[in-house]
């Protein structure tokens, strides 16, 4: 018996030189100035930053093979972005199109001529798509039911709080047709939408609502249902990611503050009671790193093992999704007033934190997933 392979948790020269490239595009196209007066607007994501990003920088292919007009590169790569877009509160759909839509038709028929040649859309920035699921799903909760498929590929139904749905050209609808569970690509003018009031106004949901709307079909049976489960486990476990940017950045502007704020003549950040706090905030966050790292180095050796896939996402999702939420609201309280006020950013960190958290399963959810291995009897 072997022992599976402990992924590097290090980060490569690509992998940095990728993180300088997104980190100065989004220090000069998204400022939180620029995105505070977004999200107050009809317009709540920012097409010329993502064009920017994914035809320019090629980030919305980074997951599709070279073969099908992508970058070919990895989840690690992708977790590196999604570190950088966390950190910046970005309003761009990369994990609703590049990440979890394109990993579902990757999971499909890729050699049909239809469906790569949507990939290839996808992978160049001329399309984007959203996988039409509840932004809640979890991995492991199995195929949905609400939205049901005739025999001509009509569907009829509804879907609520999709995430990056409003931007989407293209849906990947699962539904239940007459031959059991299928992936469906529908064109998002097929499907009514309305926009629910979002926590996270930096990523807008969306509730869709399908009334006999033409639908190809991609994937059927238990390829359908596999292609889902492995976009789950893939956006669950990249979204720690994401989590984790969230929690650095959090982490860092709180100590840049403390270090400047002055009170009863002295800098606040001396006071031995907050050294301790943001010690503390520190240590969680380099833990949460090592957990996401993991997760992104399992995926990136998809196929691999995968009760070994879904632990290493379970386990990533169940510590860093705590520390992010604990990092914005750490950096809430330390910053006073100002940490009040709309005018500064912190609280658009609070709330992506606290969105992130019942994403794509919550803590409770994962913890659960990690007990079976062990026969943990589940909590009362």
């Known amino acids: ?28 196209r998204c400022g939180h100035a620029a995105v505070l007066g977004r999200i107050e607007s009809a317009e709540p994501y920012d097409p010329a930053l993502w064009r920017l990003l994914a035809a320019e920088l090629g980030l919305a292919g980074l997951l599709v093979p070279e073969k099908l007009g992508g970058q070919g590169a990895s989840a690690r790569e992708a977790a590196v972005v999604l570190e950088e877009l966390g950190g910046a509160v970005a309003p761009v759909p990369f994990l609703g199109s590049a990440v979890l839509a394109t990993t579902a038709l990757l999971g499909c028929d890729t050699a049909d001529p239809a469906t790569a040649a949507l990939l290839g859309r996808l992978a160049a920035g001329e399309a ?14 199995g195929f949905p039911a609400t939205v049901r498929a005739d025999a001509g590929g009509r569907l009829t139904g509804a879907v609520t709080s999709v995430a990056d749905a409003l931007t989407a050209g293209v849906l990947v609808v699962p539904a239940l047709g007459p031959e059991g569970p299928g992936l469906y690509e529908v064109a998002a003018a097929q499907a009514a939408s309305e926009r629910p009031v979002s926590l996270d106004l930096t990523r807008p949901l969306a509730d869709l609502r399908f009334d006999a709307a033409a639908g190809r079909l991609l994937a059927g049976g238990d390829s359908a249902v596999a292609a889902l489960e492995r976009a789950l486990l893939t956006g669950a476990g990249l979204l720690a990611s994401e989590q984790l940017g969230l929690a650095q950045w959090c982490l860092d502007e709180t100590v840049r503050y403390l270090g400047q704020r002055r009170q009863f003549g002295r800098v606040v950040g001396s006071f031995q009671a907050l050294k301790h706090r943001l010690a503390d905030l520190w240590l969680d966050v380099v833990s949460a790193r090592a957990a996401a790292r993991n997760a992104a180095g399992v995926l990136a050796a998809w196929p691999s093992d995968p009760a070994e896939v879904s632990l290493a996402v379970a386990l990533a999702q169940a510590y860093v999704s705590p520390v992010a939420v604990r990092a914005a609201e750490e950096a809430v309280q330390l910053h006073g007033g100002i940490g009040m006020t709309w005018e500064h950013p912190v609280h658009l960190y609070l709330k992506r934190a606290k969105a992130d958290e019942i994403a794509l399963g919550t803590p409770g959810r994962h913890r659960r997933a990690l007990a079976v291995p062990v026969d943990l009897p589940p909590a009362a």
Request: proline share 10%; glycine share 2%.
């Open 128 to 141: 984007r798509a959203a996988l039409a699921v509840p932004l809640s799903a979890a991995p492991g909760d």
């Open 1 to 28: 018996m072997t022992s599976p392979a402990i992924p590097d948790l290090l980060y490569s020269d690509v992998e940095d030189d990728l993180r300088a490239a997104v980190r100065a595009v989004l220090a000069d």
